[in-house]
Nanobody
Framework: QVQLVESGGGLVQPGGSLRLSCAAS????????MSWYRQAPGKERELVAT????????NYADAVKGRFTISRDNAKNTVYLQMNSLKPEDTAVHYC?????????WGQGTQVTVSS
């Protein structure tokens, strides 16, 4: 069965850092582009960052560019999101997503709260 399990969320002060992890199983991880999405209360889910299957290309939302870094370790079937210089507006449930063509898998989400 396909599983995407996020971890690493929590409460952090503005300016702080967190690293999210997403452990994947049940599919050929390296064949899938991986993304992080986030959804704040009352708002639509938005794309944060994407990385290709081989890890040779990345894309970021303007709101996080220069602060966040997406990476993957295909040997460990894991994708990461390093979040630095966190802002209160980064507060959201963060979701891991795997995509290959029209097929998409989602994790359960992990809460990131940025507050003083």
């Amino acid at each position: 069965q396909v599983q995407l399990v996020e971890s690493g969320g929590g409460l952090v002060q503005p300016g702080g850092s967190l690293r999210l992890s997403c452990a994947a199983s049940g599919f050929t991880f390296s064949s899938y582009a991986m993304s992080w999405y986030r959804q704040a209360p009352g708002k639509e889910r938005e794309l944060v960052a994407t990385i290709t299957g081989a890890g040779d290309s990345t894309n970021y939302a303007d709101a996080v560019k220069g602060r966040f870094t997406i990476s993957r370790d295909n040997a460990k079937n894991t994708v990461y999101l390093q979040m630095n210089s966190l802002k209160p507006e980064d507060t959201a449930v963060h979701y891991c997503n795997a995509q290959r063509g029209w097929r998409r898998y989602w994790g359960q989400g992990t809460q990131v709260t940025v507050s003083s």
